[in-house]
């Protein structure tokens, strides 16, 4: 039987643990090491930076982390999302990600993030949660292209809602 459980990091023991969880995720990103120990982590214990993270039997299975874009006003900023292999196709990333989207939902306006081109199925994904590729550049090697994704949340105008009867 599934046993799953979602939340916030509650103590050190739950960071010690994203960070194990972050390490065997790594796909091809240069520096990740440097980006888990150096500034994700001191950035989530600090504050900084936001982590859901799903456990299942008390191990994590799954994290979305994002953070106030540190130079676009009102823009929300999706720094990672890892599920692991024995738990995707059940849409545990798709939950993660409404999660980032309704966390304190009205103190921004967008929601950007970027994809490594090579990810065809993540950028699909994205792509089916309604994000929309805005750029493609080289943002971590010059050697391989990644994709600059966003989707707006505008905010609700209420005369434009239907008049009551």
């Known amino acids: 039987m599934l046993d799953l459980e979602i939340r916030a990091i509650a103590d050190m023991r739950d960071l010690k643990q994203l960070r194990v969880f972050l390490l065997s995720q790594a796909l091809w990103y240069p520096n990740y090491e440097h980006w888990?120990?150096?500034?994700?982590?001191?950035?989530?214990?600090?504050?900084?930076k936001t982590a859901i993270v799903a456990y299942s039997d008390g191990k994590v299975v799954g994290d979305a982390v994002f953070q106030p874009h540190k130079e676009l006003p009102r823009t929300r900023e999706f720094k990672n999302m890892r599920i692991n292999p024995d738990f995707r196709r059940r849409d545990l990333g798709h939950?993660?990600?409404?999660?980032?989207?309704?966390e304190n939902k009205g103190t921004f306006d967008r929601i950007v993030l970027d994809v490594d081109a090579r990810q065809r199925t993540v950028v699909q994904f994205f792509q089916f949660c309604g994000y929309q590729p805005i750029m493609q550049m080289p943002l971590y090697s010059q050697?391989?292209?990644?994709?600059i994704m966003a989707k707006e949340f505008p905010a609700k105008d209420i005369y434009s809602l239907p008049a009551p009867r």
């Open 36 to 48: 888990v120990d150096d500034v994700c982590i001191p950035d989530v214990d600090h504050g900084h």
């Open 95 to 102: 939950f993660l990600l409404r999660q980032v989207e309704e």
């Open 143 to 147: 050697h391989n292209l990644d994709i």
